[in-house]
């Protein structure tokens, strides 16, 4: 995709600090991280969403998320590491191309996840029903 | 594991609210959804976090949860979905057997994204260079 911000980054006509490389994906620093060393994992292959990605692009981002994760552990005395899919604008997709996020986490950094909250009584079957007729 | 509790799922000796299941995987309702439909996708095979999964494990769940991602979207009308991953305790992980959170997403539901703030002048680089160090 010639106008893609990722895709530019890919083919290395805009600079980044990349970490990793290999045939399939390319790691590299987020500019603006939640935590230092925060990292996104980007396919070669453009798809615009996680959704709408092949099966490889799917298995190579999710096997590079773990390899990234253990070496942030590492490299940055890490003790934790959360990681994050944005799929659509609603759930925060900024740029359309598929990328994991790798955040780097410690003890008392201060980030905070969503409040969950107890179905009330027959919902939680209600929706289940829902997404057993859509799963077949 | 006899007392892991998604293992106690993955058996059927306590019941959950199962939407999908496979040889690899099962996925359930989140009894404290952040949005209703939230789901669990969970490995059959018990690994205490992400980090430590087989190649198998990572590679189902993260093809299980585009299927999830897709099936909410279709079932619920959510225009999006968060998939999220803690890995480990400074990262919010409760349960010690692996599970992808997967989060259906509406336009003004208020789940904020934690806040990125830029590097400063020298920072990301040197980050970039412990990342390397590591990562060969």
Sequence with gaps: MPDCLFCKIV?????????FEDDG?????DIKPVNHGHLLVV????SDDFSSASD???????LTARHMGKALM???????FNLGV??????????DH?????IPRFEGDGHAHWHGTPYAEGEMAEVAQKLRLVLG
């Design 86 to 95: 944005n799929n659509g604008r609603a759930a925060g997709q900024l740029v």
């Design 11 to 19: 083919r290395k006509e805009i600079p980044a600090e990349i970490v």
């Design 25 to 29: 994906v390319i790691v590299f620093i």
């Design 43 to 46: 396919p070669k292959e453009h």
């Design 74 to 80: 590492e490299a940055l005395g890490a003790p934790a």
């Design 56 to 62: 490889e692009a799917v298995q190579a981002v999710a």
């Design 98 to 102: 598929l990328h994991l996020h790798v």
